[in-house]
């Protein structure tokens, strides 16, 4: 364990193609995060993510590439957000690493009308703007 590590936590969600998901192509994430101390009791969120591309039906190459691209949790985004981050711990980034990690039942009775998926990508989104 690193010296500085307080605590880790993980969670393995799916990210998939929520409009065409007969598809059966995924993306199975690895969230982890460790909570780190430093000089004058400071604490940051070191966010990791490890991706794993499935494909169960899909035998077109060209179907494949697709997938991998649109369906992973930063198409679109900037390369460097794709490996995780870290931002300072405070009231709100707490309360967005706890939603992150938790499981898709009880994030959907945390939100409105949005997926699980859908909700989770977004504070994934937003952790990367706070990089620190």
Known sequence: MDDNV????EAV???YDEYTNKTRAF???RILVKTR???AGIEYYDIGYIYKFHTEELTEPDDIIHYRKVIHPFYKEDPQSRQGEIVKKNKMTQAMVEFLLMPDEALAE???MTTPQR???DIMHSLAKMWD
């Open 6 to 9: 307080i605590k880790t936590e």
């Open 13 to 15: 969600v799916q990210f």
């Open 27 to 29: 993306y199975e994430v």
């Open 37 to 39: 101390q430093y000089d």
């Open 110 to 112: 945390e939100i409105g």
């Open 119 to 121: 909700y989770r990508m």
